[in-house]
């Protein structure tokens, strides 16, 4: 089955988040567009949801749900939000695979890595020490790898993508 978008792109609405529909609407276009392009870069499952709300300010870009989802940080620039959505199709390619699998110990979220135990997931914090383990993370510096080189792959295919907010 040829993997789409579910539901296809949307905005949460957690909140009053009227002053971004129309970053919306430009992101959902752009990926709507050039999914066929950018589909297959990476292993992904038969449906995606492919969501989009703000991020607190000390959040990541992006957070890969499982295999069945990604949530991205509308308030950026439409580059930073595909180079984001590019990184976190490689966590839902990991998860796929059954590279990467998470269980819950307590409240803990524990990751498995090629079938090796990592312990708790570690998260990005607020200090240079806690970002440096999480970046050491193998399915990070994999994603973080792949990211880039796809979104050069798809602008090699349809041009820049330009990083300005409307």
């Known amino acids: 089955m040829k993997p789409t978008i579910t539901n296809p792109v949307t905005l949460e609405h957690h ?8 970053q919306c609407a430009r992101v959902r276009e752009f990926i709507e ?7 297959p870069m990476a292993d992904i499952p038969g449906d995606l949801n492919i969501r989009l709300r703000p991020l607190p300010k000390r959040r990541i870009a992006g957070n890969g749900s499982l295999a069945t989802g990604v949530m991205l940080d509308i308030s950026r620039g439409l580059r930073d939000i595909i180079s ?31 079938g090796d135990c990592w312990g708790p997931m570690r998260l990005p914090g607020n200090t240079k020490r806690s970002a440096d383990k999480y970046d050491e993370q193998p399915w990070e510096k994999e994603a973080r790898d792949r990211q880039e080189k796809m979104t050069i792959g798809l602008e090699a295919m349809i041009g820049p993508i330009p990083n300005d907010i409307l």
Do not use: A, P
């Not at 567009?33 to 589909?39: F, S």
């Open 15 to 22: 909140g009053s988040y009227k002053h971004l529909h129309r």
């Open 33 to 39: 567009t050039h999914w066929d392009k950018i589909l």
């Open 84 to 114: 984001t959505l590019m990184h976190e199709l490689v966590h839902v390619e990991q998860f796929k695979q059954g590279r990467l699998k998470t269980t819950c110990v307590g409240r803990k979220t524990v990751c498995y890595w090629k």
